[in-house]
């Protein structure tokens, strides 16, 4: 089964508004990561959180990381038409060194 | 700096023939890992390279995948008798492992495979 999973799947959105992201994962992990991926190509890093550590912020991103219900979050303020992307997951288990990713969501941002 | 790089940016092939795949992974990254994306799809594990370590190959789909990696360098994955199936974009990323796994990965571009 799938150890990361987006949700929503697409998320659309008003320039402004905020956009929330959630991941579901299935094991302990050493950390999560997001991502950001356009037009099907390369991914780009967006924050890393620790297991130890609860939120995490970086300019207009907030993550939060919640290990009791094996879940994060992913807040983008004030958004804009450039944040249109697909957003996805990875997680590092505990037991391993493999970043596995889950399947995104596809987020638009009308202007 | 210079990212990681990948070789060809496309590549269309006939069922049935071998293609080779290249990546250049960012000067000094210890780490580097092979991913495979569908359309539509999330991004699907295939092989992972960790300084001279044996490679995590856990997630090559058949034997006709392969990939090498010498030292810290160069990798390039290997598609022998290539399948409709086998079309798709074909990620590598490297990353400068800290021994923590708390590294972030910088992905190159893709390969954008077609079998015809």
């Known amino acids: 089964s799938q150890q990361g999973e987006e949700d929503p799947q697409a998320l659309s959105i008003q320039e402004g508004e905020n956009a929330t992201m959630n991941c579901s994962y299935k094991?302990?992990?050493?950390?999560l990561q997001w991502y950001r991926q356009n037009s099907g190509r390369g991914l780009v890093h967006l924050i890393l959180?620790?297991?130890?550590?609860r939120e995490k912020h970086s300019g207009r991103l907030r993550v939060t990381l919640d290990t009791s219900k094996k879940s994060s979050s992913l807040l983008i303020t004030a958004s804009r038409a450039a944040d249109t992307a697909s957003y996805c997951c990875?997680?590092?288990?505990?037991?391993?060194?493999?970043?596995?990713f889950g399947e995104g969501t596809q987020l638009t941002v009308n202007p | 700096g210079a990212g990681v790089s990948q070789s060809p940016s496309n590549k269309v092939t006939e069922k049935g023939k071998d293609v080779e795949l290249r990546c250049d992974p960012i000067?000094?990254?210890?780490?580097l890992y092979w991913y495979r994306q569908r359309l539509g799809q999330g991004l699907e594990f295939l092989i992972y390279f960790q300084g001279n370590s044996a490679p995590d190959k856990s997630g090559l789909p058949s034997d006709r995948f392969s990939a090498e990696r010498t030292g810290e360098s160069v990798s390039t994955l290997t598609i022998q008798r290539t399948q409709q199936e086998d079309s798709a974009v074909y990620l590598c990323?490297?990353?400068?492992?800290?021994?923590?796994?708390?590294?972030?990965?910088?992905f190159g571009n893709g390969t954008r495979l077609t079998v015809t």
């Open positions: 959180i620790r297991s130890n550590e």
């Open positions: 000067s000094g990254h210890t780490a």
């Open positions: 990323a490297s990353s400068l492992l800290t021994g923590s796994y708390n590294s972030p990965l910088h």
């Open positions: 094991t302990s992990i050493n950390n």
């Open positions: 990875a997680t590092v288990k505990t037991s391993g060194s493999r970043l596995t």
